[in-house]
């Protein structure tokens, strides 16, 4: 499952989903704000239970909005009640560096009250001790990792290796994708999913040297109707 759509757009993960190309959608607040959710927690509930409907079976990640540990954990419950196929992100940790984050990552996925993404992940180190909660998926920024100066392929490749030696269950998500040739090279290093904004998807697929190729078969398939409708 290795692609999914980073966005809140309705139109576009319908049109994603069509063409069967992405495996899950992945959101945050600030994703969700600048798709136009409005409302609070009963916007975000209405957003995810409709595209929770349209990735089905396929997860939908649906993040915590406070870093209050007993509202955190309540919060995911709430959010995991949604829909079945709702995966709920906790971030590493807190804005100031608070660690109650990571025992309610633990709590909720051992007493099966929620699978659980552990996100904001910036080094293999993270990683891994995210991971050893139990974690279900954990997600390293990779954009945000290079433009710090830091090379996020080698962080992949040091967290995967953990992973698989320890067998650590979790899934390696890398979102913060910013150019096209990420997504190869970051599946390549070992990340089990790259999650992409839709531009970038688009940009995936539209090639200009495809583009030239397809209008010379449309050309060509026009030149041999006229031909044949000539020789009758
Ligand atoms: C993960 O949730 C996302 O990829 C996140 O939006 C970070 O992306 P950005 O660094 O492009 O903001």
Known sequence: ????????????????????????????????????????????????????EMVNPYPLFVEVTTNDQAQMIEEAIEIARWAENIVVKITIHGPNGELGNLEAAHLLETKGK??????????????LLAAMTGATYISLFGGRINDMGYNVCEEIRK???????????????????????NVIEWLEAGAHIVTVVPNLLERMIVHPYSKETVQMFLNDAKKLEEKTRKAQ
């Open 114 to 127: 929620a699978r659980v993404n552990v996100t904001a992940i910036m080094s293999a180190q993270q990683g």
């Open 1 to 52: 499952m290795p692609i999914f759509l980073d966005t809140g757009d309705l139109k576009e993960i319908q049109k994603y989903m069509k063409m069967g190309i992405i495996r899950g959608v992945t959101t945050n607040p600030t994703i969700l704000l600048k798709d136009g959710v409005t409302g609070g927690m009963k916007g975000i509930k209405r957003r995810s239970i409709e595209i929770a």
């Open 159 to 181: 967290l995967r290796k953990v992973l698989d030696d320890f067998n650590l269950k979790a899934k390696i998500i890398i979102g913060s994708t910013r150019e096209i040739l």
